[in-house]
């Protein structure tokens, strides 16, 4: 069983950053696929980004390339989500996810398949 827990989010003004944080409870962290999702009111989930287990490969979804970067330090069992240049409709409840089988970060972020443990999320609401 693996544990995740969300932190950093809290209330920002348009054009501010955040880094998230998802911490990881065991060490077979490093063997895991880790990807951001994010769900706002009323919407479904979505993908964000994903990290592959060594950190060399990542993919994001359009809207958030060039604003958010992914990366982890698998000696803290923790990846983080550095959000640049966040906009209003950026707020949402921030989940990481963690999953073993994925063919590929791309897949993860495509939910091709359920993800095999779930953060609670943390919130990040962006307004003035």
């Known amino acids: 069983q693996l544990q995740l827990v969300e932190s950093g989010g809290g209330l920002v003004q348009p054009g501010g950053s955040l880094r998230l944080s998802c911490a990881a409870s065991?060490?077979?962290?490093?063997?895991?696929?880790i990807g951001w999702f994010r769900q706002a009111p009323g919407k479904e989930r979505e993908a964000v980004s994903c990290?592959?287990?060594?950190?060399?490969?990542?993919y994001y979804t359009d809207s958030r390339k060039g604003r958010f970067t992914i990366s982890r330090d698998n000696a803290k069992n923790t990846v983080y989500l550095q959000m640049n240049s966040l906009e209003p409709n950026d707020t949402a409840v921030y989940y990481c996810?963690?999953?073993?089988?994925?063919?590929?970060?791309?897949?993860?972020?495509?939910?091709?398949?359920?993800?095999?443990?779930w953060g609670r999320g943390t919130q990040v609401t962006v307004s003035s």
């Open positions: 996810a963690a999953d073993a089988f994925s063919a590929s970060e791309q897949a993860m972020c495509a939910m091709t398949r359920p993800a095999d443990f």
């Open positions: 990290i592959s287990p060594g950190g060399a490969y990542t």
């Open positions: 065991s060490s077979t962290f490093v063997s895991y696929r």
